[in-house]
């Protein structure tokens, strides 16, 4: 992207390659979000991702593990075992 980061620079990006992103990831109604969409949800992300993170390390504990580390390595080539996680 440039190498920007921050909100303005995503919304730019988003304004100057709107039909690309819409045809390559399938938007509904051929809307993208505009910068203060990108604003809004971006100060939302870090509560999000430490959520998401605590709901997969107790996932992974309950399971036997003691990290998401140790879990990785010991799965990353079984696919079935991590499908199994989600029944």
Request: with cysteine; proline share 3%; aromatic share 10%.
């Amino acid at each position: 992207m440039s190498g920007y980061w921050g909100d303005r620079p995503l919304g730019r990006f988003v304004e100057r390659h709107q039909r690309e992103l819409i045809k390559r990831l399938q938007i509904p109604k051929a809307r993208v979000p505009s910068y203060s969409v990108i604003r809004r949800e971006a100060g939302l992300a870090s509560r999000n991702l430490s959520l998401l993170k605590t709901w997969v390390l107790t996932l992974l504990r309950t399971h036997g593990f003691d990290s998401i580390k140790s879990a990785i390595s010991e799965m990353s080539h079984n696919l079935f075992y991590i499908l199994s996680f989600c029944t």
